[in-house]
C-alpha cells in the first residue's frame, strides 16, 4: 500500500511540514451502506484485478496501474479545487488495486467520485472534517510558530491527516500542547497531538 502524502519542506532545519503516515488499510466492513451518509464503494468494485508489480533494484515494488492512477488525480484535483469543503484525502492501496477517498458526506461530491472513478474501484469513507477547513488550522498554527517557539515549546511537524482526523502537531513537548494549545484555540479546535523527536538531517554515510 502506499499512501499519498504532502510534500515535504525542511524549515529552518528543525521543522518538517509533512501529511502523516498512512496506516495499515482494513477490509471492507459489511456494515457500510450506500448514500450520502457511511462508506460505500463505486461499481468498479465489483471485479477483482490483480496488482501490478515493477522491479527496482532488484526488489518487486506494487505500483498503481494507469487507469486507477488518472481516477486518483481527478478526484483529488477536483476535490481540492471544487469540492474543499467535502474532501478529506485519499489513500491509494496498491495490493487491492482500488483507492480510498475520505470526505465530509455530501452527494454532489460522491456524484463526482462515481463520474471521476469510471470502472475503478473506489472506496469512500466519512471523514471528520475536510480540506478547507484543516487548511485554516494549519496555516494558523503554522503562522504562530514563532509565538510557541518564545514559549519554549518545540513544534517539529504540522500536517494535515489525510483521513480528515485533524491536523496532526507533531511535538517533544506532548505534555505542554496539550495544556496550552486548546487553551489557545479551543476545545474543539480539530488538532490531533503525536511525540516526535526532531528531524534530523542526513549526513554522508548515513544512509549506506
Known amino acids: ?21 498512512c496506516g495499515e488499510i482494513d477490509g471492507g466492513d459489511p456494515r457500510e451502506q450506500s ?24 526488489r ?4 498503481t496501474p494507469e ?10 484535483r477536483g476535490g481540492r479545487e471544487r469540492f474543499a469543503d467535502s474532501f478529506a484525502g485519499l489513500e491509494v492501496d496498491q495490493l487491492r488495486v482500488r ?29 471528520a472534517h475536510a480540506v478547507a477547513e484543516l487548511t485554516h488550522w494549519h496555516d494558523r498554527v503554522v503562522a ?14 504540522v500536517g494535515s491527516r489525510h483521513d480528515g482526523m485533524g491536523v496532526e502537531i507533531g511535538t517533544r513537548d506532548i505534555d505542554r ?16 497531538f503525536v511525540e516526535e523527536n526532531p528531524v534530523r538531517p542526513l549526513t554522508p554515510g548515513s544512509g549506506d
Open 1 to 21: 500500500m502506499r499512501c499519498d502524502r504532502l510534500v515535504r519542506l525542511l524549515l529552518a532545519g528543525a521543522l518538517l511540514m509533512t501529511a502523516p503516515g
Open 35 to 58: 448514500g450520502p451518509t457511511g462508506g460505500w464503494r463505486t461499481a468498479g468494485c465489483q471485479f477483482s484485478r490483480p496488482a501490478q508489480f515493477s522491479t527496482v533494484g532488484g
Open 60 to 63: 518487486s515494488m506494487p505500483v
Open 67 to 76: 487507469r486507477l492512477a488518472a481516477a486518483i488525480e481527478r478526484i483529488d
Open 99 to 127: 483507492a480510498i477517498v475520505y470526505r465530509v458526506p455530501s452527494e454532489v461530491f460522491d456524484d463526482f467520485i462515481r463520474e471521476s472513478a469510471e470502472d475503478t474501484c473506489v472506496v469512500v469513507r466519512d471523514a
Open 144 to 157: 504562530e510558530l514563532p509565538y510557541w517557539d518564545s514559549r519554549g515549546i518545540r513544534i517539529v511537524t
Open 177 to 192: 500542547i496539550r495544556r496550552e494549545f486548546p487553551a489557545r484555540y479551543g476545545a474543539d479546535a480539530p488538532l490531533v
